[in-house]
């Protein structure tokens, strides 16, 4: 009897054991941007919990200007709170080539070569890649056809800046709550200087001239920034100073905006009637011109990838191999509708038939990011790798420091010319004192 009880105690605790580590699953930590596509990434993250059940995941969901605040300041000091970081195609080679983020590899059928190869370049260090996208973007414009077609105007497949100004001025409403155009003014170098160092290139200017020393009074800047605050002073809706994505696409999706230039992620939640109000009338032209088309629409990624600080760097992997592969998009796609799948990332979506089908904005959206050339990106020469950011550590502060300038300007708290001399001042103190010249 004393050796059954033994033995069943034995038992016990070997069957105890196994319970306790099954239970004692491995908690990733997922810090993301607040976008939509990330939104219905979380809700379908029990799929792979699911598959998984050695793993849950925790999300900490954050706005963009927070989130790469948390990102840079984590990855930099070795905080370690996060296993998988949400960062953009500025961020992943810089610290790629650091030596802060994990090399990815995954399975053969995950399909590396698939990725868009202007994506997967901007991804890699040395030809090894060091994040997996999980939407990518150039931007375009959306407009409303209605409104183009009342005001007896038409739209070509890529407009100069100027004829932008002339459809504005014409389906431009305020009295029923339509403005001619929208545009970001929040200010940050992600957010307001993504829209206007395009609006700059294609004007003709650009940040650095090759001996690294700043452009900003330059007059392509001049021309480029005084022609925005003015277009949005006459058409834009009332406090664009403080309006992103996330504003503005509300504001379109109900209605008030006649046009948008923004990313091409967008064109997805616009022409999508569960939540756009005219997403019947909704119709896409590329990146407005005007002294050349170097550089009009930017280049982006969303990304995943993993710090080094990490302790669960193979479940991390697995994660986004999962969240990033040809599967995913399947998964999006059937359960809940091929027109909100993440795209931007794989020649694959857009061959499949239900995407074509369901995305009336596919071919747009296809020829804009293919369009984006980082490196070739301004009428003259340029030092630096990038369209809408220069891929050098200072750009951060520096695009911080003069996106608080330009909004300044748009918000008439002061003028064009005193908002470019003091970001002239501050870009050249930053590079001064890091040693460029």
């Known amino acids: 009897m004393k050796k059954q009880n033994i033995i069943a105690a034995a038992v016990g605790g070997v069957l105890l054991s196994s319970a306790a580590v099954?239970?004692?699953?491995?908690?990733l930590v997922?810090?993301?941007?607040?976008?939509?596509?990330?939104?219905?990434?979380?809700?379908l993250t029990n799929h792979f919990e699911e598959a998984n059940p050695d793993i849950t995941v925790k999300w900490v969901t954050l706005e963009e200007g927070v989130l790469r605040q948390r990102m840079t300041t984590d990855i930099a000091t070795k905080g370690g709170q996060f296993d998988i970081m949400t960062i953009g195609m500025y961020e992943v080679p810089i610290w790629g080539e650091k030596g802060w983020l994990?090399?990815?590899?995954?399975?053969?059928?995950?399909?590396?070569?698939?990725?868009?190869?202007?994506?997967?370049?901007g991804l890699s260090v040395d030809g090894k890649l060091y994040a997996a996208p999980f939407y990518g973007?150039?931007?375009?414009?959306?407009?409303?056809t209605d409104l183009v077609?009342?005001?007896?105007?038409?739209?070509p497949e890529q407009p100069t800046w100027d004829h932008v100004a002339d459809v504005a001025a014409k389906i431009h409403d305020p009295d029923n709550g339509v403005y001619g155009i929208c545009l970001r003014g929040k200010p940050g170098w992600g957010d307001n200087m993504a829209l206007l160092s395009t609006m700059v290139n294609t004007f003709g200017g650009q940040w650095f001239d090759m001996d690294w020393k700043p452009q900003l009074e330059t007059q392509?800047?001049?021309?480029?920034?005084?022609?925005?605050?003015?277009?949005?002073?006459?058409?834009?809706?009332p406090g664009s100073s403080g309006n992103s994505f996330n504003e503005i696409l509300a504001l379109y999706n109900e209605g008030k905006c006649g046009m948008w230039l923004d990313a091409t992620i967008a064109a997805s939640f616009v022409s999508d009637p569960s939540q756009s109000k005219v997403a019947d009338k909704v119709a896409f032209a590329q990146a407005p011109t005007k002294v050349t088309p170097k550089g009009a629409n930017w280049l982006w990624a969303w990304t995943l990838a993993v710090p080094v600080t990490t302790t669960h760097s193979d479940e991390a992997t697995r994660f986004i191999e999962w969240a990033t592969s040809k599967d995913y998009i399947e998964l999006v796609g059937e359960e809940l509708g091929w027109g909100k799948v993440p795209t931007g990332t794989r020649a694959s979506t857009y061959e499949n038939p239900k995407f074509r089908e369901a995305a009336v904005f596919a071919d747009a959206e296809f020829k804009a990011i293919s369009s984006a050339d980082p490196?070739?990106?301004?009428?003259?020469e340029s030092p630096y790798v990038g369209v809408q950011f220069a891929s050098i550590p200072e750009f951060q502060s520096i695009g911080i420091a003069v996106g608080q300038q330009m909004s300044a300007a748009l918000a008439g708290q002061t003028s064009v010319d005193k908002a470019l001399k003091n970001s002239q001042r501050s870009a050249d103190r930053e590079m001064r004192r890091s040693g460029y010249y």
């Open 149 to 155: 077609e009342k005001a007896g105007m038409t739209m």
């Open 220 to 237: 392509p800047w001049h021309d480029a920034i005084s022609f925005y605050v003015d277009l949005m002073d006459k058409y834009g809706p």
């Open 30 to 43: 997922i810090a993301t941007v607040n976008n939509g596509h990330m939104i219905e990434m979380q809700k």
């Open 137 to 144: 973007e150039s931007s375009m414009l959306m407009y409303r």
């Open 375 to 380: 490196t070739d990106s301004t009428l003259n």
């Open 102 to 121: 994990k090399e990815l590899s995954f399975d053969e059928s995950y399909d590396t070569e698939d990725l868009l190869p202007a994506i997967r370049d």
């Open 22 to 27: 099954s239970m004692a699953a491995t908690e």
